[in-house]
């Protein structure tokens, strides 16, 4: 079991910055894919980064580039740095999470761990 919780999200000008935060709790964050998702109103949820414990790392097309995904299994953290935000960002963005005993994956269906979600909102 996994337990997750966002912070970090706001509202930023198209262009700027913010760090979205993730805090897992459980005994099993150091074998667990950690990902990132976002939703925007009237869409489907989406994939944004994905981190394993090993460092490997994989991106959406649409953020790569612009965002950097890390995690810190000392703290049990995982964070989502974002830059050149655009208003497209604009979602709410989830943290979720996926045992390394399975494949690596950027289908939100494969993850059964996931935080509330935190909005992100990039104004024009």
């Known amino acids: 079991q996994v337990q997750l919780a966002e912070s970090g999200g706001g509202l930023v000008q198209a262009g700027g910055s913010l760090r979205l935060s993730c805090a897992a709790s459980?005994?099993?964050?150091?074998?667990?894919?950690m990902a990132w998702f976002r939703q925007a109103p009237g869409k489907e949820r989406e994939f944004v980064a994905v981190?394993?414990?090993?460092?490997?790392?994989y991106y959406a097309d649409s953020v790569k580039g612009r965002f950097t995904i890390s995690r810190d299994n000392a703290q049990t953290t995982v964070d989502l740095r974002m830059n050149s935000l655009k208003p497209e960002d604009t979602a709410v963005y989830y943290c979720?999470?996926?045992?390394?005993?399975?494949?690596?994956?950027?289908?939100?269906?494969?993850?059964?761990?996931w935080g509330q979600g935190t909005q992100v909102t990039v104004s024009s």
């Open positions: 979720a999470a996926r045992s390394q005993l399975f494949a690596i994956s950027r289908v939100s269906a494969k993850y059964p761990y």
């Open positions: 459980g005994r099993t964050f150091s074998t667990s894919f």
């Open positions: 981190a394993g414990s090993d460092g490997t790392s």
